[in-house]
């Protein structure tokens, strides 16, 4: 078999796989649709589509266009930068002549969405062959980057308007075999004043800021290489965004500071927290049940997504320069920090996030590279280790309350168990490069 057949081979499966991907996700996108609209809210093709004429909401539609640019020249990114900026300066001072509102969106963002769309065209009408199919990638990225946010967005506006209840005194009622660590940390939080307050906030808000640095630093070649990287971090960030909010449908919590704190209030200034315990009074152990919330607040605690990002964001770092690893760190104990300080989540949503950042990101580096007894254990055992966090969450709370000496060390060593797995199979993956062997020099005859 020559070369040639040998790459054909190759890419017929791969190149079925991804077609499989890609009606598999069109079909999610539509399946989202019309179930968005059934609940009575945006879906995410609607809304992405709309904001090609009208105001964007927040959301990182620029950071999709830097991610974009990374398949073109140093001048083709100038070019598509000034079009952008260009554009949304515009469309900027139309809206103010006009005197258009933008109080639900920003003035900015088109331009970026234009230019991510023109260059999908450009690629189908002037590209051929690899510059093809590079630069879709790219443009494929960036739109994914945007739309991803949108589909995260649809997600917990509908898990908000079909789970009426919540669980969370199953949740904070396993928790004590931690501790109640966001408790503490919340206590602890306040006592920092607003600085500690401040720089959580920063940081809590702008993880996708730390993505963003890490990935460019991973596809900082891809211009000069004319292809990607075999797995980088974005991979894992938007799956982890695509897959984490369906798991919200299946175990609904709103956090401590809704369920046990301040509260939401609805029509008529109805209290829907539990009580008002957070963060200085540690909730009563006594038998739980789904307890009514109501229809606005997104049920997106189990598992923390904030602490799945981070973590992916923390194993990309490792192979940077050493500022790059220590901002990798700094960013997960501070998301850490800042998810318990602010009452968002509990201790053990922290524990399956760790567990499901590992187990995606296992897999994902498996359908790259091939999948081999090693990695197929590992997703298994993740996955496995995770359903068994979310049902001794729903079914053993009471049990592990009254034994946190016993739960508490079993949960940990969970966790550290996939983590483990984790360090030990990556390790078998990318073992340590030896120098290359140098013959040694003879000797000169007289």
Not at 238 to 249: E, F, Q, R, S
Request: with cysteine; hydrophobic share 50%; charged share 15%.
């Amino acid at each position: 078999m020559n070369d040639r057949t040998t790459i054909a081979v190759w890419r017929q499966p791969r190149a079925m796989l991804w077609a499989t991907v890609g009606v598999a996700t069109l079909g999610f996108l539509v399946t989202l649709e019309i179930v968005a609209r059934r609940c009575g809210v945006p879906g995410p093709m609607a809304s992405q589509a709309k904001e090609v004429i009208f105001a964007p909401k927040p959301g990182p539609v620029y950071a999709g266009l830097v991610l974009m640019m990374v398949v073109l020249t140093w001048r083709q990114r100038f070019v598509a930068a000034g079009v952008a900026i260009g554009i949304d300066v515009v469309l900027a001072l139309v809206r103010w002549a006009v005197d258009a509102r933008t109080s639900e969106g920003h003035s900015f963002g088109n331009g970026a969405l234009w230019v991510m769309l023109g260059y999908a065209v450009i690629a189908v009408t002037r590209r051929t062959g690899a510059e093809r199919v590079l630069l879709l990638k790219g443009v494929g990225l960036g739109l994914l980057m945007v739309t991803g946010r949108k589909i995260g967005d649809t997600w917990l506006l509908i898990t908000s308007k079909t789970r009426p209840a919540v669980l969370d005194q199953y949740v904070a009622t396993a928790d004590h075999a931690l501790g109640n660590p966001s408790w503490l940390a919340g206590r602890v939080l306040n006592a920092t004043g607003p600085i500690g307050t401040h720089l959580l906030g920063l940081v809590y808000a702008q993880l996708a800021v730390a993505a963003m640095v890490v990935a460019l630093y991973q596809l900082r070649n891809v211009g000069v290489e004319r292809r990607f990287p075999r797995h980088h971090l974005m991979r894992t960030f938007l799956v982890i965004g695509l897959i984490g909010p369906g798991i919200y449908m299946l175990f609904p919590v709103v956090g401590p500071v809704f369920a046990y704190g301040p509260g939401a209030s609805g029509t008529g200034g109805v209290h829907w927290a539990v009580a008002n315990l957070w963060p200085h009074t540690p909730p009563p152990v006594s038998t739980p049940h789904p307890v009514p919330y109501d229809g606005i607040t997104p049920r997106n605690c189990m598992p923390s997504l904030h602490t799945a990002w981070a973590t992916a964001i923390f194993i990309h770092s490792r192979k940077g320069p050493r500022l790059l690893r220590f901002a990798g760190a700094f960013w997960l104990i501070a998301t850490l920090a800042a998810t318990l300080g602010f009452g968002y989540h509990y201790g053990t949503d922290l524990v399956v996030g760790v567990v499901f950042a590992l187990t995606i990101e296992t897999a994902l580096r498996s359908l790259e590279r091939g999948w081999d007894r090693s990695g197929t254990q590992l997703v298994v055992y993740g996955a496995t280790v995770f359903t068994a966090l979310l049902v001794s969450y729903r079914y053993l709370p009471m049990e592990m309350a009254a034994h946190p000496w016993v739960f508490g060390p079993l949960l940990i060593l969970a966790m550290g168990s996939v983590i483990h797995g984790y360090v030990r199979t990556t390790r078998l993956w990318d073992p340590a490069t030896a120098p290359a062997w140098q013959p040694e020099p003879q000797p000169e005859l007289a």
